[in-house]
């Protein structure tokens, strides 16, 4: 269920063009978002093509498939997390709903605040975890245990960049009822 009325997506952008950099930040992100969101379905369609190329392979042709498992997993994480942010400035992640009715508008308004900052400092830890982790991985010239061989900075970077664009959209989203707009 959605944190607000989905109507409110004008009040939020006249909102975001009070302040400059509100709305260079909130430009920038729906950009990301909606360029991101392209590649992430097409990283899961090329996932779908090469799972069902390793399946085909494997039981008809008996082909080894050390590759098709971890191109796909990275496709996966990569369209995962980079599509957080734009999840989240639709507010489609999971929330829970239960107390919106027993609490008054002020309330609620509060409620909302600081479950967007909790969340902002829960993500900003794991971006930062995830930056530190990709940039050992790269230095270390760690790579997975496979065949293969992939450099496991590649889906570390991949986490490190969607939890930093989801760190910054929900600061937009903290800062734009600042602004004036309604809370979505």
């Known amino acids: 269920m959605m944190q607000g009325p989905p109507g409110d997506r004008t009040d939020f952008a006249k909102a975001a063009a009070s302040n400059r950099f509100v709305a260079a930040l909130e430009r920038g992100l729906s950009f990301c978002n909606s360029a991101i969101v392209v590649f992430a379905a097409l990283a899961l369609i090329a996932a779908c093509v090469i799972l069902s190329y390793s399946v085909l392979g494997r039981a008809l042709f008996q082909m080894a498939n ?40 002020l309330a609620n308004r509060i409620r909302l605040w600081l479950v967007d900052v909790a969340s902002l400092a829960f993500c900003a830890f794991f971006a930062w975890k995830s930056w530190t982790l990709a940039h050992e991985a790269y230095v270390d010239g760690q790579v997975s245990n496979s065949m293969w061989s992939p450099p496991l900075a590649i889906p570390y970077v991949l986490m490190a960049v969607g939890m930093t664009l989801l760190c910054a959209q929900i600061l937009l989203q903290i800062l734009i009822p600042v602004f004036g707009a309604p809370r979505r």
Do not use: C, K, N
Request: proline share 2%; no cysteine.
């Open 66 to 105: 050390y590759w098709q498992d971890e191109a796909a997993v990275f496709l996966l994480v990569g369209a995962t997390f980079l599509t957080a942010a734009y999840v989240q400035s639709r507010r489609g992640h999971v929330s829970i709903e239960a107390f919106v009715g027993l609490m008054s508008p």
